[in-house]
Structure formats: C-alpha cells, structure tokens
C-alpha cells in the first residue's frame, strides 16, 4: 500500500490545477445513447469551478490540510451519521419521472454500500479483506420533489441545480444531501460536488436511466453503484487513480493505479506503477461495472469521516 506524504505545496498544487478546457461541460445535448464506458464528470466539473472562483482552491486546501490532520490525530466521527436525502426529479418522459419505489431502492443500494451489507461484499479478495471497510453511514429519503421539463438533456453545467435555468434549487443543502435525476447527456453517469464549493450547487446528479436498481435495458450500470461512486465524491473521495497516471488518491492503504479500470477485470490486475501492486478494481471510486465494485478501504472510510467532525467542511450533517 502506499504511503501519503504531503506537503503544503503539494495540496495546493493538486486543489488548484485550473483547466480552460470546458469540453467536458459542454455535453452533447443529444437523446439517451448506451455508455459504453463509465464517465464520471465530477474531475471535470471541479477543475471548472476552480478556475470560476479562485477561492475555491484556498477553501479546498483547507479542507484538505483539516481532513488529514483528523485522519492523523484520530480525530473522526464517533458513532452513526445518518443522512437525510432529498430527491429532485426532472423529466420530460415518463421514463425520467421515475417511481418512488425505483428512487428507494438507490437509497436502499446506498445504505447496503455504505455499511458493507452489500451481498457482493463477501467477494473482496483476501488480499484487501484486512483493510475492506465498513463505512457506517446511512441515508434516509426524506422527500421527492418532481418537475416537469421540455429539455433533452442537462448537461454538466449544475442548470438541474437552479430554478432560474428550469431545474430545482437544492433544499436546505448544507444539512440534507440533495440528488438530481435527470437526463444528462454527453454519455456522462453522474457527477458530484465536492466539500468546499458553494452550498447553491451542492448534491449529486445520477442520469435518471443509472438511478437506483433500473433494470437490464441499464446494464451494466443498473444496480445503484454510480450513486455509490458519486456519495464518495461527495464525501470527498478522490478517483482511485488519482486522476493521472499512478497518481494519488489521498488515501494510504489504497494501491497505486496506472489508470481508470472498465468492465470487470480479472483478478488480480496488476499495475505497472512502482512496486506493481495489484490493483484495488473492486473499489466504488474506480469505473469499473457496476457488478465489479462492491467495497471501499478502511482509508476511505476514515478520509469520508473526517469531514463529518466538528469543523469538518460537512460538520452541520455529523453527530
């Protein structure tokens, strides 16, 4: 596993990359399509909002600098953080206004998730059970907001988040977690904000068509884990790769990955990074299949805690 060492500089330089290129916000506006590989946009959407607002890369090394100090120190959540859930459903078909028991069942993946109740979690290979983890988190629907629309798709540009644009304004978003579904486009899954943007656009935005258990016409990203991926982000969880190659994903007892993994790779997969250390496919922050991902590191765990104490950037939702 590898070690984290960062300094000041280091922080500041992986919060305040800005990036011009705004193609992956400009999404195709086209119908659903089958994705063919998963794409998360929550990368792309940070490094737009970073170079928006300068200010948010001095917040974020805040955050950052707070959350591993916690993780140092021992200075995590004790005891259940329970999340209230609000669900802000846009739709222009009736396929996109979908059902309240399809809705509870992503809460219901959520909570399996987050509390390695998963069934598929007794498949961690025992090469990473010592450090498979059981977050301890759980999330409660607490109302569904629906609204209808005549756009085609959203993009990645938060227009779901406000009613101004035709989407729904988050609901009290610094003490309930707020969910958009809703067509995206582009062949994007979902995207998240992380801790330290502005409360206006923060939440989670899953393509109504990977919302919850949504059948095989969704395979195989039809059994909840894009959310899964997303709620980490939100968590302030970092793609396992770290977003380049052999990056870091902050995390110490995650191995080092070359790149993203797709489908359902065998095991074990090695990286060609230093050490080649079998690589963690089966990690939610990984884009592997929905059927190949099924537990987060006791890292991870401690990383997504950190941000719930008193003074975490999430602090109003902990106990």
Known sequence: ?????????????????????????SVSTTAKSTVA????????????QLAEDPT??????????????????????????EIPVVVNVLYRTAAENISLAQIQSQIDVLNQDFNAANSDF??????????????????????????????????TRDTMKSSKRGGIDPTSPTTKLNMWACTIGGGILG??????????????????????????????YNLG??????????MNLRH????????????????THNTANY????????????GTPIEMTMNYMDYTDDRGMYMFSNGQKSRMAAIFVSGGARAAFGI
């Not at 590989?37 to 929550?42: G, H, I, Q």
């Not at 884990?225 to 939100?234: A, C, K, L, N, S």
Request: aromatic content about 8%; hydrophobic content about 40%.
């Open 122 to 155: 007794t498949s961690t290979p025992a090469e990473f059970s010592g450090v498979a983890a059981n977050v301890g988190i759980t999330f409660v629907l607490e109302t569904v907001i629906r609204k209808a629309t005549t756009k085609t798709s959203w993009g």
């Open 191 to 220: 995207y998240a904000q992380f801790p330290g943007g502005s409360s206006a656009t923060d939440g989670v935005v899953v393509d109504s068509q990977y919302f919850g258990l949504s059948g095989s016409g969704a395979f195989p």
């Open 263 to 274: 489908g359902v790779p065998a095991y074990p997969h090695y990286s060609t990074c230093p």
């Open 37 to 48: 590989k998963r794409a998360c946009a929550s990368d792309e959407v940070l490094k737009a």
């Open 56 to 81: 948010l890369a001095i917040k974020m090394n805040q955050i950052e600098s707070f959350t591993q100090n916690a993780m140092l120190t021992g200075r995590l959540v004790n005891g259940k953080v």
């Open 240 to 255: 396992i790769w770290g977003d380049a190659t052999c990056g870091s994903d902050l995390v110490s007892d995650t191995p």
């Open 1 to 25: 596993m590898k070690k984290i060492i960062l300094s000041a500089v280091a922080v500041m330089v992986l919060f305040s990359c800005q990036n011009d290129n705004n193609e992956a916000m």
């Open 225 to 234: 884990r894009t959310m899964t991926h997303e709620v980490g982000h939100w």
